[in-house]
């Protein structure tokens, strides 16, 4: 029987993305069983065990992790061809993986795949979200969206568009708290404020300002996390005033759900970027999904 070679490519690297027997099964929606023949198969026909498993642990092989390296490599080579040759007749075809921040992944990118998936059957579409957006293209994505300017000096950025940060709190919060006058009455109100991930340094320093002035106010936080979603949480439930980027409360502030504080006054400018790996031509996928998504943002927090 001929081998379905780049199918065992797939296969193991989904069942490495995974990360385990089971989890690979519920994602091919298939059994722990036949996933687990599939890979003994694979290995009965390389000779060699790729992955170290037992009831506690999944791991790779030295042979796996080469064998893993080499199939994402390969896979990468294979869609890139069909997709430059497709890029003819600009139907977006084969695997788009985009990597985003939590937040903006979830709230604005995620139900915008869903309708721009519908758009094209043929595509199928990963998203891979990061607490900050660290991801890069080395993580087998084809596109990055970055809120900042990505470290990698050979990446290949495009910008987006820009949003801001903004001050906002509930209703229910500025119910019982008189609302801030000038920025230095945030001294005295319960602010809610991120901290980056491992270093777990506090973001305290609000800059707050228009077109002439800005100046940066210390505040003193009640609540913190390194979850953004979290602070938007808290400031939902009345914990707070959070300093927000505009594109994740806009649908919240123009229900009601949150109030603008200031809103003559706004913080810091962002821009979002695609970053894209430094190749000789763009997928059809890639530029089918930045064309659509541009759009998007114009009704979205930014401009």
Known sequence: MRHDETGDLRFFAHLVASGSLTACARNLQTSPATV?????????????????????HFGLSENGRIYHERA???LALIDGLEEEISSNTNIPRGTLGIGAPVELGRRLIAPFLATFSATYPNLLVNLALASEGFYDTSDSLDVVLRLGLPDSPDAVVTRLASTVRVLCASPEYLA????????????????????????????????IG????????????????????IIHDWALS???????????????????????????????????????????????????FLDSFKRRLRVAGFF
């Open 36 to 56: 687990s023949r599939r890979l003994a198969r694979l290995e009965s026909r390389l000779g060699s065990l790729l992955v170290v498993r037992n009831t506690r």
């Open 72 to 74: 994402v490599e390969i």
């Open 176 to 207: 019982r708290r008189p609302q801030p006058v000038t920025p230095q009455d945030l001294a005295a109100h319960d602010c809610l404020c991120l901290r980056r991930n491992k270093t777990m340094a506090l973001l305290d320093r609000w800059v």
């Open 210 to 229: 228009n077109d002439l002035q800005t100046e940066i106010i210390t505040v003193e936080p009640r609540l913190s996390s390194t979850n953004a979603e």
């Open 238 to 288: 009345g914990e707070g005033i959070a300093y927000k980027l505009l594109c994740d409360v806009h649908h919240d502030l123009e229900q009601g759900r949150l109030v603008r504080i200031f809103p003559d006054l706004q913080g810091e400018k962002i821009d979002l970027h695609a970053v894209l790996p430094n190749r000789k031509y763009t997928q059809a996928s890639v530029r089918a």
